[in-house]
C-alpha cells in the first residue's frame, strides 16, 4: 500500500474515485454533482434577489391596506426557497 492510499484510507466518499493522469479522458464523477450544485445555487440567487424585491415592495407600499396577493407571492416564493 502506498502512503497516498493510507492517507486516503478504504472508506473513500462514493463517486470519489482517484484517477491516474491520463488514464481516463473522462472527468470525475462528481463534477455532475458540482455542476448540480452549482446551478441550484444561481436558482437560489435568483429566488432570494425576487424574494427580497418582493419584501421591500411590500414594507414600502404607500397604504397599510391588506395586500394578500404580496404576502401570498412571499410566501410562495419562501416555501420554494426552503425546498432546494
Known amino acids: ?4 492510499m493510507a492517507l ?42 425576487d424574494l427580497d424585491a418582493l419584501h421591500t415592495r411590500h414594507l414600502h407600499r404607500p397604504t397599510l391596506d391588506d395586500s394578500s396577493e404580496e404576502e401570498r407571492q412571499i410566501e410562495t416564493l419562501t416555501q420554494e426557497i426552503t425546498r432546494v
Open 1 to 4: 500500500m502506498t502512503d497516498r
Open 8 to 49: 486516503v484510507g478504504s472508506d473513500v466518499e462514493a463517486g470519489l474515485e482517484l484517477r491516474h493522469s491520463g488514464e481516463s479522458r473522462m472527468p470525475p464523477s462528481w463534477v455532475d454533482g458540482l455542476e448540480e450544485a452549482q446551478y441550484s445555487l444561481s436558482r437560489l440567487r435568483s429566488k432570494i434577489s
